[in-house]
């Protein structure tokens, strides 16, 4: 089960996960505070296990194995914290030319228009296995080792990220792929390089240091 998008929506929740994960499995005369009433702090703990945090063993209200890695992962606050978003992007370079991505206008009114080709690091495989899965998807071929990991914090857009790029091939410059979210194709180089903050990111600084291989192992922005 996966309960990384559960929100605790009230205070008698989280007053019960603080004692479970601090005081281990308790029963509820224990849990259950003097001032609240019977069937409302047993309609948020059946909320709760519901959301399968929590269980009923011997008597007694414990946090289950999902509970306990959602509250390692999320802390007590009722939405889960937030945290970077990491990411495999790949540099694909053919001739004078580069592969990028394009939003389509639903998503780039909102955002930046051009980035790097990629997509999420999935959870459960490492770096390079996420790489291999995704440049598969588009048809790609990517180096065996990181080109560089690059952070960037866009505090306008609320976003924060952290991208492992992969150099990575494909077989011809007539390459497109197209999907809800993006259209990838080639651009001239001259004309990635010259596209602004606004437009594309941190991609033409980041194009710019890879053609003058000035591209350090780490890559750190804030926009």
């Known amino acids: ?11 008698i929740q989280t007053d019960i996960l603080s004692n479970l994960l601090i005081k281990g499995p308790k029963n509820f005369s224990f849990l259950k505070p003097d001032e609240v009433e019977n069937s409302l702090f047993m309609y948020h703990m059946r909320k709760l296990i519901d959301r399968g945090l929590v269980e009923k063993k011997d008597g007694s209200y414990c946090l289950t194995p999902d509970g306990a890695r959602w509250l390692n992962q999320t802390g007590l606050s009722r939405r889960p914290a937030d945290k970077p978003r990491n990411l495999i992007q790949f540099m694909v370079v053919f001739e004078d030319k580069i592969l990028i991505s394009k939003r389509h206008e639903h998503m780039a009114q909102h955002m930046n228009r051009y980035l790097l080709p990629g997509g999420l690091h999935k959870f459960g495989l490492t770096s ?6 995704i440049a598969g998807s588009f048809q790609l071929k990517p180096s065996p080792a990181i080109l560089t990991q690059v952070e960037t914090i866009i505090p306008d857009h609320n ?14 410059s007539d390459y497109d792929f197209k999907d ?23 991609m033409p600084i980041l194009v710019s240091k890879y053609l003058d291989k000035s591209l350090g192992r780490h890559e750190e922005f804030k926009l």
């Open 128 to 133: 390079l296995e996420s790489a291999e899965e």
């Open 180 to 202: 809800d979210v993006y259209k990838m194709s080639y651009l001239p180089i001259k004309n990635v390089v010259a596209m602004t903050t606004n437009e594309a990111g941190n």
């Open 1 to 11: 089960m996966n309960n990384s998008f559960f929100y605790i929506d009230h205070h």
């Open 159 to 172: 976003s924060h990220t952290i991208a492992d790029i992969y150099e990575a091939t494909t077989e011809n």
